[in-house]
Nanobody, 124 residues
Framework: QVELVESGGGSVQAGGSLTLACTASGPSFNAAGMGWFRQPPGRYRDFVGRITWNGQETFYADSVRGRFTVSRDNAKKMVYLQMTNLKPEDTAIYYC?????????????????WGPGTQVTVSS
């Protein structure tokens, strides 16, 4: 089981940077694949990026590749989403998610545990 809480959201101007953190608890975190998703207003929840249990592999959506970086610190039970060169279209609620049956993927149904989300607003 994994419990997740996101933090670090806020408002930023286009071109700015923001780093989100996901604090995890529970015995299964260190073996879990971790993902970040986002849900813009009135739209479905979309994949942003993910990282394998040991941090050796990361994967990104085309829309954020080169701008966003996912990392993790298993000793601290933390996952991070570093966002740079933010655009207004990045405005969304951002969620971290944990996959304990496999390492997750780009679909939300591959993750069993979710945080409550944190709002990111990018103004032009």
């Amino acid at each position: 089981q994994v419990e997740l809480v996101e933090s670090g959201g806020g408002s930023v101007q286009a071109g700015g940077s923001l780093t989100l953190a996901c604090t995890a608890s529970g015995p299964s975190f260190n073996a879990a694949g971790m993902g970040w998703f986002r849900q813009p207003p009135g739209r479905y929840r979309d994949f942003v990026g993910r990282i394998t249990w040991n941090g050796q592999e990361t994967f990104y959506a085309d829309s954020v590749r080169g701008r966003f970086t996912v990392s993790r610190d298993n000793a601290k039970k933390m996952v991070y989403l570093q966002m740079t060169n933010l655009k207004p279209e990045d405005t969304a609620i951002y969620y971290c998610a944990a996959a304990t049956r496999g390492q997750g993927g780009s679909s939300h149904y591959q993750y069993e545990y979710w945080g409550p989300g944190t709002q990111v607003t990018v103004s032009s």
